[in-house]
């Protein structure tokens, strides 16, 4: 699909994407918007000209501080929304008057816009569901013959986590301090984390509520999946590693986790549609589902020092993940676990069956033993201060490129 704006040939805002974000638009405050190539398209300036009047929507229905109540209103109203911006923008669909009249009141340059927080997070749950992830940390931790605990390969392993310390792309972190136990001490100390690292995951953004009680079946699942983003699940690893029994992640992973401020709606994925891998044993009915579930996402991890240029340290993709979004629902709700509109369900870490894609410094540097060697020859076991994490995924297939943009956090010293 060609757009008379212009859009280069690796932007990850085609338009066949067209994602949604909330924008902070000069002299109008916080709106909903989309992005096509480097333009951001304000859609309350949209429908103050009238394109959205005959499905309903009125201007204060764009004019929003987070996206709850547009997901709220289905994906049907929003994938008319995005066919709608489709075929205005496509090449040669308007007059050069409409073309000037939309340029001043609905588009911006991306550089003048700030993209702020795109939902009011209310509950957010994070998996464990990469079987490599999982077979490395079992590997490290535990004897590398049973690397995988017995439930693994029967449930999608997950754990109910902070919703109000998720942040979007651009906001910056201070090293988060606990109780650490040395390996060479008798008892902990407190300690800033020593052992900051990223996870590479995405996420998924509730679109729909089910009534608490009722389950959501691998069927169904996809119609409460409004769309996904790409999330980094920061943890502190040696402050995990003294907390985590009995109960799990605590102060190790409540600190932050970051976001990029675009949704990508389930529609403009799919066109990039994969099988998983094999499930073995075979899983129990209520996990068991038909079609293509996974989606092939080229997903990559920066990392940026102060005063240095950024280096590649991951490569992976989410096609790897052993358990997919719909059986993920679809086990978070079983018991009759009532989702609501913006929660948010974290992958896991996502990892690749090789060294390079592996999906967290953990695994990459094998707790330290192998460390990454940086453009300024400087050596990275984890994450240093002053460093900037960038997360960056898209979708690519037959000339259609669809990605999420960025999800990026600068690490400051401790507070």
Known sequence: MKSWIEIKAESDFSLENIPFGIGLIPGSGKCICTRIGNTIVNLAGMARLGYFDHIGFKVSDFEKPVLNDFIAKGKKSACKIRTIIQDFFLENSCSDSEMALIRQMALHESSEIQMLMPLQVG???????SIEHATNVGMMFRDPANALLPNWRHIPVGYHGRASSIVVSGTEIHRPKGEIKPANTDLPVFSPTMQLDFELETAFVIGKENTLGDSISTAEAEDYIFGMVLFNDLSARDIQSWEYVPL????????????????????????????????????????????????????????????SEETIVSKSNF??????????????????????????????????????????????????????????????????????VIMHGFCEKDGIRVGFGEAAVKILPEK
Not at 123 to 129: E, M, N
Request: proline share 7%; hydrophobic share 35%; aromatic share 12%.
């Open 248 to 307: 799990g992640p605590f102060l190790s992973k409540n600190f932050a986790s970051v976001i990029s401020p675009w949704i990508v709606t389930l529609d403009a994925l799919e066109p990039f549609r994969c099988s998983g891998p094999e499930q073995l044993p075979e899983v129990l009915p209520y996990l068991q589902f038909n079609g293509e579930r996974n989606f092939d996402i080229n997903l990559r991890v920066q990392i940026k020092p102060e005063n």
């Open 319 to 388: 096609k790897y993940m052993y358990w997919n979004m719909s059986q993920q629902l679809a086990h978070h709700t079983i018991n009759g676990c009532n989702m609501r509109v913006g929660d948010l369900c974290g992958s896991g870490t996502i990892s690749g069956p090789d060294a390079e894609s592996f999906g967290s410094m953990l695994e990459l540097t094998w707790k330290g033993t192998k460390p990454i060697i940086m453009p300024d020859r400087s050596e990275r076991k984890f994450i240093n201060d002053n460093d900037t």
């Open 123 to 129: 509950d957010y749950t994070d998996f464990y569901s």
